[in-house]
């Protein structure tokens, strides 16, 4: 069974997306949170992916061809995840209130293939004192995705069976 990183398929949708929305703004600056090593871009935007939840309870499964020995079984289930965007600099509260916006109407259902927007929380300010003891402007959305992670694997399986019972 092959791995899958479904939340880097989602960060490179959405960094296109961000991308297309802003073409003035330098894209170097949208990363993903979390990166060691790495300093935080000056009026940057930072995505990261903060909690999940099982959307179901039951798998899916989708059997191919059933009348083969060998078949392949496909497992899928929903997760919600929180994803938080945090922009800096002077013009963090327009662009937080732009991806707000569109993640609220169909451009981002029509433009995401591997995630779905479900809701956002709107921005908030959360300006803070950096190292050099100045203001930063700060401003954050938490907007809920959908995304259905599925995986493939292998399953042996017989044509016939034959059961005997044994006397007593």
């Not at 963090?92 to 995630?115: D, H, V, W």
């Not at 959908?146 to 019972?165: A, C, G, L, M, W």
Request: hydrophobic fraction near 35%; aromatic fraction near 12%.
């Amino acid at each position: 069974m092959a791995e899958v990183d479904f939340l880097d398929q989602m960060f490179v949708e959405i960094w296109n997306m961000f991308a297309e929305m802003f073409p003035t703004f330098d894209s170097s600056k949208i990363v993903c949170g979390y990166q060691n090593t790495q300093p935080l871009p000056i009026d940057g935007i930072v995505i990261t992916f903060i909690t999940e939840t099982d959307l179901d309870q039951l798998s899916y499964s989708e059997v191919t061809n059933p009348d083969l020995i060998s078949q392949t079984v496909t497992v899928q289930t929903a997760v919600k995840t929180m994803m938080q965007v945090d922009c800096y600099g002077d013009l963090g509260q327009a662009r937080a209130r732009q991806i707000a916006t569109m993640f609220k109407n169909p451009y981002a259902c029509e433009r995401l293939q591997s995630c779905k927007p479900l809701d956002y929380r709107p921005p908030k300010n959360l300006s803070f004192v950096n190292e050099a003891s100045e203001y930063e402007a700060r401003w954050m959305v938490e907007i809920d995705m959908q995304y259905n992670p599925h995986y493939t694997y292998r399953q042996e399986s017989t044509k016939t069976i034959t059961v005997d019972i044994n006397p007593l």
